[in-house]
């Protein structure tokens, strides 16, 4: 049988060591290291001779040491013989595959096939024991002048001479690595809570408005209490899941109602237990964790384990743009800071979460954040722990303990058994459902998500419509109130990404403010005043100088009017030129029912309503603006740049995400990649992507002064609501623009053709003052209560005037 040919060598590649022919060469080093280490023990031999005896001269000890060394010449003589064997092998081919291959290699064959590799391992490791026991017993016979055998026998001897040094050496070495020991030990405790069965009163009865994924919890609680009916059919019981979502819906919560309904002990994991100082503290304590939660399981039958902000832990290190200190997101102060009126707040709550992203660069969210490139980023860590919990082995210790190898835990299981030849016992079925809890579920290392230690992945969000009711009517409960169902309707209504703690803190306030005017029962204007004041935030204590005042309010006036004729898809929820900490005034909407999709027609009306500051400045105060419709026109900007430019809602089709990052040219420009030399893609992306935005916000910004412009008398006149009230609710909008009645205005006098000519000549003498910066004295017109020219039967023929319900003609 022929034998293979040897794969070619690449050009340039070392040989391998059975390829070459002879041996290869060693290094200067090698050849002479045992010579002079047998010539170092020669020579402390002869001083141990003339230390012994001071008498005897250098002459006479190495005269004395070639007769009673002659073993160290022996040992000399076969390292050159060795050498010299070496030296052949490297010059000469045959000689060197005769020794190789024949001799050695015969032996090793013949070796293979009568002796097992195991039992080959063992005499090798029993002949060097007793290589290194005779080595000791010559020195240690040289050194009491006797044989090497009696040396054996006498070590007993010495070692009991020897045993309080040792001693000492012993106890100096413990003590040291003892004060480490406690040191380490103290820093892994605490950071962890054991709740037992009896401790935990909470049940699943006492979660509201997440039913969904309560439903899905709860099968896991049936695999968990009966585990038998997933394994006997060939499966195993999940025994990870992961809750994510906003904070405040409900995670936490949610895992003590399993530990309290499953009669099992629940262990909660601070969210900072894992970040140290010291590297190796965390791995101690994510051992020393499960170490009890084997425990709790063997005697329990079962132990819930919840990591709480799991983001802390579930990560390797922070990928970041930028450096330490501020990453290419991070926003730059403005060069010259206005207060604005509150812009964000009269988008809907997608607009707002967009521009979020948008603020905070959060890369594939965002279009116009470039993707960072791995090189671009860096890997912040801390100074000895990584910077976070998964820094340093912490996170590989949980993944291991999650789903690493089931090894036989026990001394006597491991060790005793072994020794007797015994298997040692498989461990056993440890039941334990592990919880995790975060709102950044991205920010997770993907290993920790894999199935077999995250099973199963929940989206704990926003209560629905019908969520916020029962939430509403579970806190509502437990104090005295006078709201009725439709109220409470109209609460969850108002409030749409309330979540179960904003709805507890919200009654709470309302109790407060109830408590604070002298009652304890709840009433409706009690929780209004609370939601005010937990979305707002308390006013400051200011007053607006007279003309001020009123250009703040004929801005908010104009957002307000606006998004009441245009806007069908949310509602007015509050008005407010009252100053708050970042904002002049606001016009905050909601939307009246839950809605998962978003239309250009929506988009267009949200940037309506933004321009609706600009149109109405440039109207009412002779083509001035103020700059606190910077924050509006940022808003309006950017949903029309995504409009135009990636939801395929302007006036061409293709993405510019896409022709960026795949570089197909100028998208929309109609000529494909037709460019001239030095001309640059991406700058012509950009330039006809702001030109396309640019006529977009034209366009709705002349429609929307057209919309003022009809409604001129309408905005005056919640203008002067809004002057005289500071804050209205949208019913009140609603009754200034309806001339009706409502919570707290009485729109009726705003109908009163007269009462808004006067409007008109306090508009006229306000904006003088603007004009002139005097200090002219303002005399603010007071309506008179008087039913409204329809209501008597009166017909009105005034052109600028409008019907009943508040809608010209033309308007839909």
Known sequence: MKKAAAEPRPPGGRPRDEDRPTRKPLALWDRIKFLLLLTLIWFILVWSVMANDPLVGFSDALRIQVQAGWWVFVLAGLEVL????????????????????????????????????????????????????????????????????????????????????????????????????????????????????????????????????????????????????VEERGGYVPGGLLLWGPPGTGKTLMAEAVAGETGKPYVFVDPGAFINMFMGVGILKVKSLFRKLRRLA??????????????SLGNRGQLAQGGAGGGRGTAAPAPFAHASCHGFSYLSGDTQLMLMRGAMGSGADTPYAEQGTRRNRQMIGGMMNGGNGGGMGTLQALLTELSGLKKPRGFFNRHVRRIFGMRPKPPPHYRILVMMATNMPSALDEALLRPGRIDRIYK???????????????????????????????????????????????????????????????TWPDVIKAKQLKELGPPEDVEYIERERHAVAVHEACHALVAYRTRQHMEIDIATIEKGSDYLGMVASIPPEDQFTRWRSEYETDILVSLASLAGERMFFDADSSSGVSGDLESATTVASFMEGFWGMGNTVSS???????????????????????QDPEAMARRALADRIEDNLTTLLDRTAEI?????????????????????????????????????????????????????????????????????????????????????????????????????????
């Open 82 to 229: 060795r050498q010299v064997h070496f030296l052949i092998s490297e010059h000469w081919a045959s000689y060197h595959q005769f020794w190789t291959r024949k001799f050695f290699g015969g032996l090793e064959r013949v070796a293979r096939r009568r002796v097992s590799d195991w039992t080959r391992f063992r005499v090798w490791r029993l002949l060097t024991w007793i290589l290194w026991i005779a080595i000791i017993a010559v020195v240690i016979g040289k050194i009491i002048h006797t044989t090497p055998i009696l040396a054996l026998l006498r070590a007993p001897q010495l070692l009991w001479r020897a045993l309080p040094f040792v001693l000492q050496l012993a106890f100096a070495f413990f003590f040291i690595a003892f004060q480490f020991i406690g040191l380490f030990w103290l820093l892994s405790r605490g950071g962890v809570d054991v709740y037992f069965p009896d401790d935990i009163k909470t049940r699943f009865a006492d979660v509201w408005g997440q039913d969904h994924v309560l439903e899905r919890v709860k099968e896991n609680i049936i695999f968990l209490e009966n585990p038998e009916l």
């Open 656 to 678: 510019y995400s896409t022709a960026k990052r795949l570089e197909v040219g100028s998208p929309g420009g109609g000529r494909g990649g037709a460019l001239k030399k030095g």
């Open 708 to 812: 003022l412009q009809d409604n001129r008398r309408h905005v005056l006149a919640l203008a002067h609501a809004l002057e005289t009230h500071k804050t209205l609710s949208g019913e009140d909008v609603v009754a200034v623009l309806e001339y009706s009645q409502g919570p707290l205005v009485d729109g009726r006098p705003y109908g009163d053709d007269a009462f808004i000519s006067r409007l008109e000549d306090y508009h006229l003498s306000a904006a003088r003052a603007h004009r002139e910066h005097s200090h002219e004295q303002l005399s603010m017109p007071a309506p008179v209560a008087a039913p409204a020219p329809w209501a008597a039967g009166v017909l009105m023929t005034d052109p600028d005037s409008t019907g009943p319900n508040g809608h010209h003609p033309e308007q839909p």
């Open 460 to 522: 704990v969000g926003y209560p629905s419509k019908a969520g916020r009711i029962r939430t509403y009517e579970g806190y509502l409960a437990k104090v005295r109130h006078e709201l009725t169902a439709e109220q409470i309707d109209k609460l969850a209504t108002i409030t749409p990404y309330a979540t179960g703690a904003t709805i507890k803190d919200l009654v709470n306030e309302a109790l407060i403010t109830a408590i604070r005017n002298g009652r304890d029962v709840i």
């Open 298 to 311: 063997l005697r329990y039958g079962g132990v819930i384990v919840f990591f709480d902000e799991a983001d």
